[in-house]
């Protein structure tokens, strides 16, 4: 059954930015604002760009095009040349739209998936995890940057965003309220880390090369591409060094990780 998301808080509903207040999250033109956002906020923007080298620096050295699932409300097409742009609506700039449980590419012919936030919006992991093992060249890898789950995190994500975020469910599934409305935040922690050995068993041609935990704070003081600012673009140097100084801790801090997902070379 269809369930639907939950209600706004009045929290939430304050601090929402005013292009998407009252949007409909799983309305495409919802998404297109979102690209707007993203490019009218420098500290935003900012993370976008730190995000976007780090799954550049992560990209294998085999031959072959890069697709990137979700591409939504970025801009990642601005440092991968030829980049195969997808997302599950049509939307301006978008080459291809696809489901990310059945990809439309033939066996051995990519030589990276990447997407950010995106996993945890993905009904059947297990589906997409075996279209990348069929579709990634002997070499290639999957670079997601998604939420991760620390005890920090686990504080914000539960009480203070509108996406579910269940650390604790057992599997691995989420139910499907809408495409992007649908998620369980606490999911690529949960399949890569978790049940990591269960992941790399029934993958047995996949397995995860890096976790890079990442930023606490930033992010969250942004505003997102939902929110308000809660912090001016000027001060992302200081939160960025804060967050340097907590590297040591950061399992208990992170609120995403970097995790390359690579298939064996042969």
Not at 198 to 211: I, Y
Not at 246 to 254: D, E, F, T
Not at 256 to 262: E, G, I, N, S, T
Request: some cysteine; hydrophobic content about 45%.
């Amino acid at each position: 059954m269809k369930s639907a998301p939950a209600a706004p808080s009045r929290f939430q509903r304050l601090l929402s930015h005013p292009l998407t207040r009252g949007c409909d999250i799983d309305d495409p033109a919802t998404t297109t604002l979102r690209r707007t956002i993203v490019q009218s906020k420098p500290f935003v923007r900012r993370i976008y760009d730190e995000w976007y080298r780090k799954i550049v620096d992560h990209l294998p050295d085999v031959p072959g095009n890069v697709l990137e699932i979700g591409s939504g409300p970025g801009f990642l097409a601005d440092y991968i040349p030829d980049l195969v742009t997808s997302d599950i609506f049509s939307l301006p700039g978008v080459r291809c739209v696809l489901d990310g449980s059945a990809l439309p590419f033939a066996t051995g012919s990519l030589k990276a998936i990447v997407m950010t936030n995106v996993l945890h919006h993905i009904p059947e992991p297990r589906a997409f995890f075996e279209e990348a093992a069929r579709c990634l060249r002997p070499g290639g890898a999957a670079v997601l940057i998604e939420p991760w789950v620390s005890s920090w995190s686990r504080l914000i994500y539960l009480h203070f965003h509108h996406e579910p975020f269940l650390p604790d469910e057992p599997g691995w599934n989420h139910t499907l309220a809408g495409p992007l409305s649908g998620a369980n935040g606490a999911l690529p922690w949960i399949i890569l880390h978790r049940d990591r050995s269960l992941f790399e068993t029934q993958f047995p041609g996949l397995r995860v090369a890096k976790t890079e935990l990442l930023m606490p704070f930033r992010y969250l003081v942004s505003g997102g591409v939902g929110m308000r600012s809660l912090m001016p673009a000027i001060t992302f140097r200081l939160w960025e060094m804060l967050e340097t100084g907590l590297k040591p801790w950061m399992n208990s801090w992170a609120m995403f990780a970097l995790v390359v997902v690579k298939k064996d070379p042969s």
